[in-house]
C-alpha cells in the first residue's frame, strides 16, 4: 500500500535483478565482489527515477546530453551522475562539471577534448574507454588490437584518469564477446601502466547483465529491465 500503483513494476523488477544477480554471484564464487548497478534513465520520466533512487539505485547513466540536461534540475540530488552514450567533443562543455565518469571515451580525439576542459575547471575527469569488441560498424569505440595503444597514450594526458573499460557487445552471441572483453580487462590490468586505474569493467546491459557477471563484469548498466520498455516517442 505505501507505494504509488505507478511504481509498483519498479518494485517487481528490482526484486528480479536483485535475484539474478545473486545467483550469477553464485554461480560464478564472486559472493563478495564489489559490482555496481547503473540505473539507465533514457526515456524515464523523472518521477520514475527518483523512485529507482529511492530504492537505492544511487547510480544513473545518462546517454543524451540534450535529454539530461532537461532531466538533471529533477533528480534527487543524491544520485551520482555518470555519462554513458556517445558523446560529442562539442557536448563534453555541458556535463564537464555534473559527472563523476564518462564511460563513452571512443576516440582519443574525444579523450583529449575532456582532457582540455577537465583542467580549464580544475578538476581531473574519470573515464572509461569504450571498447568495440565485436568490431561492429553501428558502433564507435577503440578496437580490441588499439585498446593497449590507446590507453598508454591516454595515461600520460593531463586532465583525465582511466578507470576502466566499457563495451556494448553485439547482441548475438554474446557470451564469446563477454569472455573476449574479460580477457582484454585482465590483460590490461596486468600491464600495471602508470597513472591508470584499470578497476571497472563495465558490461551487461537488460538482456545480457547475467552472463555479464560470470564473465566479470564488475559495472552493470541496466535500463528497460528496471524502468520497463522504453517509449522512444515521448
Ligand atoms: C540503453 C543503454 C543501456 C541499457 O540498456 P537496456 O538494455 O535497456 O538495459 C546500457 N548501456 C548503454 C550504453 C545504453 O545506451
Do not use: W
Not at 8 to 36: L, M, Q, T
Request: glycine share 6%; proline share 3%; with cysteine.
Amino acid at each position: 500500500m505505501s507505494d504509488k500503483p505507478f511504481f509498483g513494476d519498479i518494485n517487481e523488477n528490482i526484486k528480479a535483478i536483485e535475484y539474478n544477480i545473486g545467483e550469477a554471484r553464485v554461480k560464478s564464487g564472486r559472493e563478495h565482489d564489489d559490482i555496481r548497478v547503473m540505473a539507465v534513465t533514457k526515456t524515464v520520466p523523472t518521477e520514475r527515477v527518483n523512485y529507482a533512487i529511492r530504492r537505492g539505485f544511487t547510480l544513473l547513466g545518462e546517454n543524451r546530453v540534450q535529454e539530461y540536461l532537461g532531466k538533471r534540475d529533477a533528480y534527487d540530488k543524491s544520485a551520482e551522475i555518470q555519462f554513458i552514450g556517445h558523446l560529442q567533443s562539442n557536448k563534453v562543455k555541458y556535463i564537464i562539471n555534473d559527472v563523476s565518469l564518462i564511460q563513452s571515451v571512443d576516440s582519443i580525439s574525444l579523450a583529449k577534448e575532456i582532457a582540455r576542459l577537465a583542467q580549464k575547471n580544475s578538476i581531473t575527469m574519470n573515464i572509461l574507454c569504450e571498447v568495440n569488441i565485436g568490431l561492429e560498424d553501428s558502433k564507435t569505440g577503440f578496437s580490441p588490437d588499439n585498446i593497449k595503444e590507446a590507453v598508454y597514450q591516454l595515461s600520460e594526458i593531463e586532465g583525465i584518469k582511466i578507470k576502466g573499460l566499457m563495451t556494448i557487445p553485439p547482441p548475438q552471441s554474446s557470451n564469446v564477446y563477454l569472455k573476449r572483453m574479460q580477457r582484454l580487462y585482465s590483460d590490461m590490468r596486468s600491464e600495471h601502466i602508470p597513472n591508470v586505474d584499470m578497476d571497472i569493467l563495465s558490461m551487461g546491459m537488460s538482456g545480457d547483465y547475467f552472463d555479464a557477471v560470470l564473465y566479470g563484469s564488475n559495472m552493470l548498466r541496466i535500463g528497460s529491465a528496471l524502468f520497463g520498455a522504453r517509449n522512444y516517442t515521448k
